[in-house]
């Protein structure tokens, strides 16, 4: 048996085979209520604010951890293209920011008096504890491509067929909804699955850790825009 599932895993890659062992707390990040909500065109603008606002701390704290990553390719990884595509990654952040400060101006939200809620803080939290030295390029490395992979499957479904998002919103669900960007998390993936074949057992079990507080806090910063209406 174990050893089919070794097989199994081989196949689809690790990061597939985790998602389908988690799929009840995957789908509970990636489509959750608040996302539903966009897509049915029932959000409450004020639950939409309270995320913009809140993300726009949390990148600002993913900027550090993204360059911690980068950093890590460099040092421990054999293959050049890790950096690269982590690069494009980081390099986007800089517009990120900007467009935050540009949707905060045209929701009329004053991002100075923004304080970060607890889900805000813990999940920055868990970033910052990423970027210790000794924690792997394994771990690190697929935790980021579950941050941005989430985003990207979440929004993406903002646009699929029959969806009824309000017109004030679509650019933000195509922001992180659109085919390029799923390429991106794509390649993240394809390069943590690398990684993760390669990885020892306690690594294994230390991205395994890591996906799963990742998705948690995802949940958890949905339900805190929620919260707040």
């Known amino acids: 048996m174990e050893e089919k599932l070794k097989a199994e895993e081989k196949k689809i890659g690790m990061t597939e085979a985790w998602l ?114 000794e924690v792997e390029y394994s771990v690190v490395i697929t935790a980021f491509w579950a941050i941005e992979a989430v985003y990207q499957e979440s929004f993406a479904h903002c646009l699929g067929e029959g969806s009824q998002t309000p017109q004030e919103l679509k650019e933000t669900c195509e922001r992180w909804g659109n085919e390029g960007f799923g390429q991106y998390c794509q390649s993240l993936q394809n390069i943590a699955n690398l990684h993760l074949q390669k990885a020892s057992d306690d690594e294994l079990k230390n991205a395994e850790v890591a996906l799963l507080s990742v998705l948690e806090h995802e949940v958890e910063f949905w339900n805190m825009s929620c919260a707040s209406v």
């Open 20 to 133: 389908r062992k988690h799929r009840l707390l995957y789908t509970g990040a990636t489509r959750h209520p608040f996302i539903l909500s966009i897509r049915d065109g029932t959000v409450d603008i004020a639950a939409f604010k309270t995320w913009l606002a809140q993300d726009y701390l949390f990148v600002r704290a993913f900027v550090p951890f993204a360059a911690s990553v980068l950093i890590k390719a460099y040092k421990e990884s054999d293959d050049n293209t890790d950096m690269e595509v982590i690069l494009g990654g980081v390099a986007a952040l800089k517009d990120e920011i900007s467009w935050f400060k540009n949707e905060a101006d045209k929701w009329g939200i004053s991002l100075s008096n923004v304080v970060p809620q607890k889900p805000n803080k813990n999940y920055c939290g868990l970033l910052d504890s990423l970027t210790r030295p």
